[in-house]
C-alpha cells in the first residue's frame, strides 16, 4: 500500500445529502469517489486523461481519507457509559474471551468516531468538527447579492491532515487539487503520495483471527441480496468450511452518483466501516480460511473495491493486543 498524505489548502465542504434548504453539511473525512474523482480531473487538465485507467483501474484499492494517523473506531470497544473516551474505566474490547477482567458498569459502544493510532496500537480518540461559514447568495454574472437569504455552509478548517491509502499508483509524486463543493471559495488541497504500508497486511494465525474493515464493504449475498455481516453461515457460504464467529458490526445504506451517465447509482446495503470480527477456527480448517483471508487482505472484501469499498486488516494490532484489559484512559483530542 501507498499513503497519501492531504493537507487542505482552504476549507473543505464534503457535502453530502441532497441539499433542500439554504444548508450544506459536511462530512468528516474524504470519500475515496471524491479523491479519486480530484485526481482525475487533474489528469484530465494536465492532458494526460489516457492514463487514468492506470491509477484508477479495477485492480487499484483506495480507501478514504481519515484523519491523519487514524482509523474509524472499531465497533468492538466499549466504554463504560457517561465516561470520556477511556475515563478511569478505560476502554474494552468486547472480541476478548477474558470476561472476567471486564470491569464491573453499565459499558456501551464507543461514540467517537475517530482512533488514533500510535505504531499501530489505540492512542487516543479524535472528533473532527467541521466549522459552519454563513453567506449570502451572488448573482453569477454579477457577482451582486441575490435577494437577502442567509446560508450556511459546513467546513473543514484549512490546515487540517488527513491520509488515504491506495494498493498501486504508477508514480510518486505531489498534486495540488480541488476538493467538495465550491470550488470557487474552498477545496484546495495539496496531495503528496509516500511509500508507506501503514497499517494494512496480513498476519496469519494459527486458530483464531481478526478482521477489521477498514472502509464500508459491499457484499452480495446468495439470493440476490446484500449481506449485513459475518457470521457462521456467511463464513461457510465465503469460504466453505465452517468457523465460529464473535463480530460486533452495523450496516447503512449507500448510494452514489453515476458521472458519465449523470444519474444516481444504485441504493445498496454496505457493511460499516469499524466492523470487527473474531473468527474461531478448527485445526483442519485453519488453512483454507487463511488463504481466504490472505485473498481479500489483497483484493479485498465484497464489489467495487477499486471505488474505495471493502478494505480490510487481518490481525491488526489495535484488535490482537487489546484483549487482556482495559486500555486508554481519558485521551481525547478534537481538531
Known sequence: MYRIEIKLDEPLTAGYGVAFSNEIRSLDHIPATMLRGALYEELVLAGRGDEAESWFGPRRRWTSAWPANCIPMPLAFSQVKGDAFGGDNGIWNDLSLSASHKPDGSWRQVKVRWLALDNGVPHSALKVDPGVDMHVGLRYDTQSVRGSALFSRQAIAAGTTFDAYVSEVPELRTWTVSLGKRHSVSGRATIRFTQNAGPFGFHARENHA??????????????????????????????????????????????????????????????????????????????????????????????????????????????????????????????
Open 210 to 335: 481478526f478482521l477489521y474493515l477498514a472502509t464500508p464493504a459491499l457484499l452480495p449475498g446468495p439470493h440476490g441480496c446484500w449481506l449485513r455481516g459475518l457470521d457462521r453461515a456467511t463464513i461457510k457460504l465465503l469460504t466453505g468450511v465452517h468457523a465460529e464467529v464473535i463480530g460486533a458490526s452495523a450496516f447503512e445504506p449507500v448510494g452514489g452518483w453515476n458521472g458519465r451517465w449523470g444519474i444516481p447509482q444504485e441504493q445498496a446495503i454496505a457493511v460499516r466501516a469499524g466492523s470487527c470480527w473474531r473468527i474461531e477456527m478448527k485445526p483442519e480448517n485453519a488453512a483454507r480460511i487463511n488463504e481466504w483471508l490472505r485473498k481479500i487482505g489483497e483484493a479485498g472484501l465484497g464489489i467495487r473495491c477499486h471505488e474505495g469499498f471493502g478494505v480490510v486488516c487481518v490481525n491488526p494490532r489495535w484488535l490482537t493486543e487489546t484483549l487482556e484489559e482495559p486500555f486508554c484512559r481519558s485521551q481525547t483530542q478534537e481538531r
